[in-house]
């Protein structure tokens, strides 16, 4: 199996964050006044501006240093729009800034990507100051697929500040959206004591507590507490305790605090969002619409819009009328190609081939959505476009697999394989070891298929396989333990429907 890239993530991360902890920076970063004695003359070099106090930066003008504070503070507490205007900002106040462009595509990178703002970012970092060079890297890196030098710039980074709790931050949350729970929840972990009231570590905490391979609710629901507590002012905490608590199958409870949210912010997108959510899953399927409909009117852009107008074309599915939802769904495809938004485009077509009539007809559609991925999407970062790629190629080797079509199972992987390699990403590998645990387990290759399928935790098919395979081979024990995990994987998504009409899932 291929697992070179997970290999070299450790050894960059694990290593170097246990000594941060226990050394004292040993060469703070420190501002000197430099002399020059040319003609006889002193010449007073100006101090350099920091970004919150620590890493020297480039701009000489104290607003856009304001502005790009404050733009990767929201980007922290998950307020992306606010996070996109106060970047917009910066580079307003200084328009050869380029951490002020590398935040606009870094925080944009999860909605609309900001292709323009990516280019201006990499354009001006030989004018930035070097541990600014060392931050704009990884931001731009992290979206192109130059991983490698994007981690090796975040390394020098956290050896340059190894008690910025921003810089940890990044490298942490990084490491959780690649899926990476177990080091990833060790370093908010840790992180904790530099600062034990950090609002975005609390808030990440309360998803890996309750994401990680043993679940634990109760933790997970206490860091969302304390992080209610300190981030009062905020929509986000009532948000996160509404996903986490419907999660943990307190849906009552998560009605409340999306709630909460909407009445901080009556436009907080994310709650509205997750009120039809908790509703389709609770079975009241008018309730859910109509809070889908109210999402559609509150989005900024058209990725939210078609994602709160796919979710309640859904419904359909959950109420068991499948046929009224596949009309529903081709009808809001072509809807999303008159809007021309990649994302969302891909997010229908997906959800349309999983939900297809037969599997004959699924590989169809999967097969036709694999080729429009192969090349450069205007509008779709790299890393969205291989991620989507890399999930549809699993897709394609799991219904092959369970079909009795292990030479189409064994192309797709064949291509999985190449495209983790090109792109040396935990989001490309997972569905790679995922897709060949799928074909190991009709060939009837347990042993090795159970160590493939629990590469992707987040993914209910799989974990439910997972499960079957471990029971088959009489480990009671583990099984178990795959169960629960997939307990605390309830939401209104495709692969949890899907899950759901598979088998039983109990709470």
């Known amino acids: ?72 503070d929201k980007y922290e507490n998950v307020m992306l729009d606010d996070s996109i205007v106060l970047a917009q900002h910066a580079t307003e106040k200084d328009p050869e800034f380029a951490l002020g462009y590398a935040l606009l595509s870094f925080s944009s990178r999860r909605g609309i990507p900001n292709s323009a703002a990516l280019a201006r970012a990499k354009a001006l970092l030989p004018h ?28 020098d980074l956290l050896k340059r500040y190894p008690k910025d709790k921003h810089i940890l931050y990044l490298t942490s949350e990084w490491l959780f959206l690649q899926q990476d729970f177990d080091r990833s929840q060790n370093m908010m972990e840790s992180l904790l004591q530099i600062d034990p009231s950090f609002p975005p570590v609390l808030n990440m905490l309360g998803y890996s507590y309750i994401q990680s391979a043993h679940p634990d609710a109760n933790k997970a629901v206490a860091s969302l507490k304390r992080y209610i507590a300190v981030d009062s002012s905020s929509p986000n905490p009532e948000d996160s305790m509404g996903e986490v608590l419907r999660y943990a199958g307190d849906d009552q409870g998560s009605l409340e605090h999306y709630g909460a949210a909407l009445q901080i ?17 609770m079975g009241k399927y ?72 037969d599997f004959a007809s699924e590989l169809h559609q999967l097969r036709a959505l694999e080729e429009k991925l192969q090349n450069t999407v205007e509008g779709m970062s790299a890393s969205d476009r291989s991620g989507a790629l890399a999930n549809v190629l699993c897709e394609e080797a799991r219904v ?62 799989a974990v439910q396989q997972l499960a079957v395979v471990q029971q088959k081979l009489g480990n009671q024990s583990a099984a178990g333990e795959t169960v629960n995990q997939l307990k605390y994987q309830r939401a209104a998504t495709v692969e949890w429907y899907l899950a759901s009409q598979n088998g039983s899932i109990t709470r």
């Open 1 to 72: 199996m291929n697992r070179m890239y997970r290999s070299s993530l450790a050894l960059i991360f694990l290593v170097l964050f246990a000594a941060q902890l226990t050394q004292a920076q040993q060469h703070s970063p420190r501002v000197e006044e430099a002399k020059s004695r040319a003609a006889g003359s002193t010449r007073v070099v100006p101090v350099p501006l920091l970004l919150f106090g620590a890493i020297p930066l480039s701009t000489r003008s104290q607003e856009a240093r304001k502005f790009a504070e404050m733009s990767l």
């Open 265 to 281: 912010d009556p436009t907080f997108f994310n709650s509205q969002l997750g009120l039809g959510d908790t509703l389709t899953l």
């Open 400 to 461: 092959a697999s369970q079909h009795g079509l292990p030479e189409a199972a064994e192309q797709a992987i064949s291509k999985l394989e190449r495209l983790a390699a090109q792109t040396a990403d935990l989001l490309v590998e997972n569905p790679y070891e995922t897709a060949r645990g799928y074909l190991l387990l009709s060939q009837g290759d347990l042993a090795n298929a159970v160590d493939e399928l629990s590469a992707n935790r987040l993914s209910p098919l």
């Open 128 to 155: 930035a100051a070097p541990d600014e060079q060392l931050l704009v890297r990884w931001m731009t890196g992290i979206q192109e697929h130059n991983l490698l030098p994007a981690i090796a710039s975040m390394n």
């Open 286 to 357: 008018d309730e859910a619409r109509l809070e889908y409909d109210k999402a559609v009117l509150i989005s900024e852009n058209k990725r939210d819009l078609l994602h709160a107008a796919y979710q309640k074309t859904l419904v359909y599915f959950w109420e068991g009328r499948a046929e009224e939802g596949r009309s529903a769904l081709s009808n809001l495809a072509a809807d999303a190609a008159q809007k021309n938004e990649p994302n969302g485009q891909f997010e229908i077509a997906f959800g349309s081939a999983m939900l297809a009539t």
